[in-house]
């Protein structure tokens, strides 16, 4: 079942001779319990692309439907309740919010949505990503690694639809980088999660079920083909 | 290069830069206009003491000859020295010198008195005036405050500005750590990076500090002036204040504003050039918190958003430092101030105006004057428009009171037992009160008889008898109760006066009393007189020379003269006069004029100046009023000096002084609040920069543009309400404080207190931080939600 589809997806920046074409006519498609890996070089579009999908950002023209919302129907509020709702982020940066501490930052999404947060699910989790003993500690004083094992726990916590990843392992060391993949694969694999992921490192994208390659705007390989089997061990 | 990078960044920057140029604007202002303020004060005292004491430094006592002029005149520092004929006290020539370097004056006095050979004590120093000058002499042990006060206020007021807008500067110089890193990792020196930041401040701040340093000076010229009309017009003798300006001033208040603005700009310069390259790099501008703690009002009051709001105000505590000082100061001041101002106008409304409106309307001080001889008494009570017109004059005599005098209440609270001996002073027969006179003129005397419904006779006094319960200090609702007992109607009363000067103590602390006979008087009274105590019919003048005695005191001898009492009353005269308010002891009487004459020559101790109290017709205009001063004072005009005041004219003089003065602490408190809120707007014109992340991950996770503007709408709730919140503790408690001093019903309060005043205060502060928010919350939302997320190095 197609849960996440873009429909010539655009998003230019500047005009005439400054043109930037991020996106230029991008289709795609994402089953459920898909895990979707989208490479490419830097500047190739691929954040930009993850960014529509999510609704962080608005196309220039084309369609984005997610989990059965048409993205561009929504207006503002309506896109912020589906983010809390329906995509979980991951991002490169981590983005926790320093204020909050590790339980308060994993439950926001919950408590914005006005629900009770569920404490033995976010405990669970905690103790899944060894983040059991952090939870009043501030991001600032968590590592790297820990910090985005806190940002994927935020993300699953409002077990949402999609989860969308955008170079979650770029300011990791190669061993966490092991440790938070083979937890979004978990998710993928345990739990169904959806996640698209993106990552300019071929050999990370191998852990996905599928890999699609953009470069300049526009997906090169067939965004309908799918990997039969995974040779990437985490 | 420093300086095109500096420019780009304030062409780029406006809001940021803005910030620091109205931080700049504000100080300069208030310190150009305190400068302005306190040299005019100095000027004014300067002026004042020149007037009142002579603009010489030092003096000599005594004549000195023409040579020793000259000897004073040869030193160096000795500028001039003249002669004073009435220089001591009016009466005693001195030699008033004049130094030009006014510090020698306490070094070459003596050397002058040695020269001269004349002893030390001759010489006398201007302390006062040299003080001003902050020229001060061991031998002077008085404080002599007011200029140092005046040092201390600037600095204390530099210092809190310091406080104040460096914040400006470190929000707007925090902004660009990131850039700094980058400039330090690059090989940029921390002394380049101090000197560009410096640069920059200079830059920005020129033209306001010129700005507000002229405004400041006109300012200070324009409350000059307001404070003459206001404050000074109707007080009679009041020098007036002329505005005065000294170049020397401007460069000190440029001096004081640019070191104050340059403080405020090093302090977060020297912290920011001390980073290392690495922290400035990862520095990301953000909030950040270094301990949690839940906001759980905020949470329950306005719920996820509030425990977000309640970390972000955590969070720019230190951002905010001014704007909470500030906004509290003002908020405090202003609401204490109101209250201080309406509680002193009902109180001086209801123990002045409102106790005092049926009684005068036009008050005339005729000065040097006995009431027995002015003549135009019977003139003024015939003027058209009037009345009554009521002239007398005070004085004051002794009297004793035997216990058997006292009234039953009165030996009920202790008789004199509480009596404070500088008043009461218990003597052989009883105790010696003070006795205040009032001479009324003969036709004002007999309609005051009248009124009282007994004969009106002008040979005796009628006595006030009345005592306050001096157990109960309520000034405002005071219990009377009869002082002495009044005599049987059959009886003849008479009171025996005697001077009031001072009695000789006994050794026992007693005053000494003349060995007077000690007679009783029929009504039981105690009346103590060296002659015999005649006993006057009704009707009958008893007053003769022979009833007034020289009694032989120690060294000096005591005349006592005695009036008989032609009523015993609680029933004062319509006089514009206050009795038993210090004295609760007092035992006042009231006299004709005529009796006066005959017995003033023993009592004494008759006030210099005569007074007229006039009353209008009911409902009398201050245009009506003002027709009949000036008719009295053509009556008068070229034989008596007279001083005049008019009740209406008063109470409006009254009610503008306040207003006045709640004009100028008004306009300090707003001033106050004006930094404060420049501090909120200069916190959310850096939201973007500073907290664009974080409003970006709130909203990467889902909440929503209307849940952000319900977080910012906290905020500003919190940062415009946490000043009234802690404010209205102090201020009831100050308000019942004051309350429970003046005894003023709460009620009374209540019904008049300056709800309004304070309410829009309050309202004006929360539409300013909600301006602040709203603006902040129109660049927020242009903020694009990828391009943040996305990249956290290019702030």
């Not at chain 2, 001759?122 to 005046?150: G, H, K, Q, W």
């Not at chain 2, 004051?738 to 008049?752: D, P």
Request: glycine share 6%; with cysteine; net charge negative.
């Amino acid at each position: 079942m197609e849960i996440l589809s873009a429909r010539k997806l655009k998003k230019y920046y500047g005009e005439g001779d400054s043109l930037v074409k991020a996106l230029d006519g991008v289709d795609l498609s994402v089953e459920q319990g898909e895990f979707v890996a989208v490479v490419g070089s830097s500047g190739s579009g691929k954040s930009t692309l993850l960014h529509m999908l999510g609704g962080l950002d608005v196309p220039t023209s084309g369609s984005v439907r997610a989990a059965g919302h048409e993205l561009s129907k929504l207006s503002e509020n309506e896109l912020a309740v589906f983010r809390r709702r329906k995509i979980g982020f991951v991002f490169q940066d981590y983005n926790l919010l320093p204020l909050l501490n590790v339980y308060e930052n994993i439950v926001l999404p919950t408590q914005l949505d006005g629900r009770k947060p569920d404490r033995a699910f976010v405990e669970e989790l905690l103790k899944r990503l060894g983040l059991a003993d952090k939870q009043e500690a501030l991001p600032g004083c968590l590592s790297g690694g820990q910090q985005q094992r806190v940002a994927i726990a935020r993300a699953l916590a409002a077990k949402p639809a999609i989860l969308l990843a955008d170079e979650p392992t770029g300011n990791l060391d190669t061993r966490t980088s092991q440790e938070v993949l083979g937890l979004l694969k978990a998710a993928n694999e345990y739990d169904s999660q959806t996640i698209v992921m993106i990552t300019h490192n071929p050999e990370i994208a191998q852990l996905a079920g599928r890999i699609i390659r953009i470069e300049d705007g526009k997906i090169y390989n067939n965004p309908n083909q799918r990997r039969e089997n995974m040779q990437v061990k985490v | 290069m420093w300086k095109e990078y500096s420019s780009n960044y304030i062409k780029n920057n406006r809001s940021s830069s803005l910030t620091v140029m109205i931080a700049a604007f504000i100080s300069a202002l208030l310190l150009s206009l305190l400068c302005g303020l306190f040299y005019n004060a100095w000027k004014y005292e300067v002026e004042r003491i020149e007037l009142e004491e002579g603009s010489w430094h030092s003096r000599i006592i005594g004549e000195l000859s023409a040579e020793d002029m000259e000897t004073i005149k040869n030193f160096a520092n000795v500028e001039d020295a003249v002669v004073n004929e009435k220089g001591q006290k009016e009466t005693e020539p001195t030699v008033d010198i004049y130094f030009s370097d006014k510090k020698a004056v306490f070094s070459d006095m003596p050397h002058i008195a040695e020269q001269l050979g004349i002893p030390q004590e001759r010489i006398v120093y201007n302390y006062e005036l040299l003080a001003m000058y902050l020229i001060r002499d061991a031998s002077d042990t008085a404080p002599r405050l007011l200029f140092p006060l005046f040092i201390l206020i600037t600095a204390a007021a530099s210092f809190s500005l310091i406080i104040i807008i460096h914040n400006s500067f470190a929000v707007s110089m925090n902004q660009r750590i990131h850039q700094f890193g980058i400039f330090s990792s690059i090989g940029a020196t921390p002394k380049q990076i101090r000197a560009c930041l410096l640069q920059e401040a200079a830059a920005l701040c020129a033209g306001p500090v010129i700005t507000g340093d002229l405004l400041g000076i006109a300012g200070s010229a324009g409350l000059i002036n307001l404070s003459n009309s206001v404050l000074g017009s109707d007080v009679p003798g009041r020098h007036a204040a002329v505005f005065g300006y000294h170049p020397l001033v401007l460069v000190l208040t440029l001096l004081v504003t640019i070191l104050t603005i340059w403080i405020s700009a090093w302090l977060p310069a020297r912290r920011l050039s001390r980073l290392t390259p690495l922290e400035a790099i990862k520095n990301t501008g953000e909030f950040q918190l270094k301990r949690r703690k839940n906001s759980r009002l905020l949470s329950l009051l306005f719920g996820i958003e509030g425990e977000l709001a309640g970390n972000a105000l955590k969070a720019q505590r230190k951002a905010l430092r001014t704007a909470s000082l500030s906004l509290l100061f003002s908020f405090l001041a202003f609401a204490l101030m109101q209250c201080f101002f309406s509680l002193s106008q009902i109180s001086t409304r209801e123990t002045y105006f409102e106790r005092y409106q049926d009684v005068w309307d036009i008050m005339i001080t005729v000065k040097d004057t006995d009431a027995d001889s002015f003549e135009e008494t019977a003139s003024i009570q015939a003027l058209d428009g009037i009345k009554s017109a009521i002239v007398y004059q005070k004085a004051s005599a002794k009297r004793i009171i035997a216990e058997e005098e006292m009234s039953e209440d009165m030996k009920s609270f202790g008789g004199f037992a509480q009596a404070p001996a500088n008043y009461v002073s218990q003597v052989e027969g009883g105790w010696l009160v003070n006795v205040p006179i009032v001479i009324m003129d003969d036709q004002s005397f007999s309609a005051y008889c009248e009124q009282l419904g007994i004969a009106p006779r002008l040979d005796g006094a009628v006595v006030l008898n009345q005592i306050r319960d001096v157990t109960n200090p309520d000034f405002r609702h005071p219990v009377f109760m009869p002082y002495i007992k009044t005599p049987d109607a059959d009886e003849n009363a008479v009171s025996v006066l005697r001077q009031s000067g001072d009695h000789k103590e006994t050794p026992s602390g007693h005053t000494s009393v003349p060995s007077g006979d000690h007679k009783e008087t029929p009504s039981g009274h105690t009346s103590i007189s060296s002659g015999d105590n005649k006993e006057t019919p009704p009707g009958h003048t008893s007053m003769s020379s022979g009833d007034n005695k020289e009694i032989p005191s120690g060294n000096h001898k005591e005349t006592t003269a005695e009036v008989p009492v032609l009523s015993y009353t609680q029933e004062v005269p319509v006089l514009r006069e206050e009795y038993a308010t210090l004295d609760y002891y007092e035992l006042v009487h009231f006299i004709p004029v005529s009796l006066w004459k005959e017995i003033k020559g023993q009592i004494g101790g008759m006030e210099e100046d005569s007074y007229i109290c006039v009353r209008g017709r009911d409902d009398v205009t201050l245009e009506e009023l003002n027709t009949i001063q000036d008719k009295i004072a053509q009556l008068v005009e070229g034989k008596y000096t007279i001083e005049q005041e008019n009740r209406i004219q008063e109470y409006e003089t009254n009610n503008r002084q306040i207003q006045g003065m709640t004009a100028i602490f008004g306009s300090f408190c707003i001033l106050l609040a004006v930094i404060g809120i420049g501090n909120v707007f200069s916190n959310t014109f850096g939201f973007v920069r500073q907290r664009k992340r974080e409003f970006a991950r709130y909203m990467s996770v889902g909440l929503t543009p209307k849940e952000l503007k319900k977080m910012f709408c906290t905020e500003a709730l919190v940062i415009a309400g946490r000043p009234v919140l802690i404010s209205l503790p102090i201020v009831v408690a100050a308000i019942g404080f004051m309350l429970k001093a003046s005894y003023m019903e709460a009620g009374v309060f209540l019904a008049e207190a300056p709800y309004v005043p304070i309410f829009l205060f309050m309202l004006a502060i929360l539409a300013c931080v909600a301006l602040a928010y709203y603006l902040a919350w129109r660049n927020v939302r242009k903020i694009s939600l990828a391009e943040v997320l996305r990249d956290d190095t290019m702030i």
